[in-house]
């Protein structure tokens, strides 16, 4: 009796236990079922926005498809916007007629043998990117009744024409170098040839943006100078081949690539690129096949975090349908230009599909880095190329993913975002680069804030900012690499030519009142002397 009752009362108690057995298996079930909805539903979502990318490029190539066979380039640019018929206050000026000569003055050498060699400012070699845009803002056309300074100056012409000519023999020299020496004097020491450096090379950080700028320069003036016979030189062709091949072989960075070829005899060619420091014993971080080009280093001179960086990459896509217009043109050569246009949809494909990513405060907004696996990076630096100069360099981007970006890049979102109050600037934002936070944690670069400006379209915004830039020099009445948000008397490189040329260029798309003065050109050591027009002063530097 006592058994059977203590089997009825466990009976009861596992029957009491079903309920809630039932509810706990009813709302794991349940859980599971909102997993895997929210999980296709993130899936989808992400599909969903890989699919309008894909769908706005295909569109994209369909219209070039149906166009012509050559891609047509408006110019002159859309950005900067030119509205010559601004007013300046006259410190802004001032600085203009500094800043737009100060590459000529002090860091120009034009050579014998028609070349040209333009340091960077503080730092007595001279750089692929830096150089060029150094002289570029001699090369905009601002408006149809003034054209490029270069037209009306053969003298100017004569220095872009030294430099395009020494550059394509520097880039012959070693395509994966990026910066060098005016001669072979300066002895290495044995670490620093480790680094890849030895005679000419002065560093040797492959930057893809590098040949970007040099392809640039050579469009530029061929606009401005179409018959010159620089432009034609085998050595200008050739340096172009070079680096659409080497860009061809990175884009297989994983698989160990390299280029190869009679072009392909420097001392650091016929082998894969590796440079120490960078991970998996120099060759960088894992990156995937995805039609985009690798860069080991950013145009800060920073390694890359992701083998991938995309405004570089935009850039490039920029650079070859500048190829695709100059290779029939100049060397009646329709393979490079078809070779450019391979090259060019390849990596724009690749941008497309893995650049873009879902921000959940700023939506769809493009990467500063990616590696093709899924990883990216979100932040932007204000060397240039930057996202934030994607419409000044000439990337046919996507308006709203921009425009998201650019809130983002302008936000306490973004890690080099600062804000900050001086005497001097008030309060001030913008952002700078991982480049110099050591020196200056709180940095801001004049650079950022200049193509911030030239980017935009509000002419309000741009004579805003060209007054914190008037405003942010320390006193030294020069353009910065970086200055401290609070107090801009803290900067580094009192002497950096690239930033000093944005900013005339800022200030000339602004106003017809600069230049106005006269130039000299720091040393001319070519026996032949070349007349100037209005704004050369009366002989040459010897």
Known sequence: MKRSLRLRRGALKKASRIPQILSVTAIM???GIWYCLGVSFYDSFNEYNRKITRREYQVKKVEESQGASQSIISFPPKFPIVTRSQTL???SLAMCERTIWHTLETTTIVLPEGETFIHTGDIDDLWLRDSAA???PLLVPFGDK????????PRLSRVISGLIKRAAMYIRHDPYANAFRIDDTYIFSDAQKKLGRHDLISTWNYELDSACYYIRMIYYYFKALPDHPVLRLESVKEAISIMIDLWISEQDHESDAYPDGPLFD???????????????SGKGTEVAKVGMTWSGFRPSDDECKYGYLVPANMFAVVALKYVEELAPKLWDDKHMANKARKLRLEIDE??????????PKYGRIYAYEVNGLGDYLLMDDANVPSLMSIPYIGYEYIPEVYENTRRFILSTDNPTYRQGYSVETGEIEGYGSPHMSAAIQ???????LAVQALSSENIEDKLRLVEKLTKATGGTGWMHESFDVSNPKRYTRKWFCWADSLYAELVMSLTEECPSGKYHV??????INVPGGRYAAMGAKK
């Open 29 to 31: 079930i349940l859980l």
């Open 89 to 91: 206050n006259l410190d």
């Open 134 to 136: 150094q002289v570029h």
């Open 146 to 153: 003034t054209g490029s300074l270069v037209q009306s100056d």
């Open 266 to 280: 420097c001392q650091n060619c016929g082998k894969p690129y590796r440079y120490p420091g960078l991970a998996r």
């Open 350 to 359: 690749g941008i497309q599909n893995h650049s873009i990513v879902e921000h």
């Open 442 to 448: 709180n940095n801001i670069w004049p650079m950022s």
């Open 522 to 527: 720091m040393k001319w050591l070519d026996p």
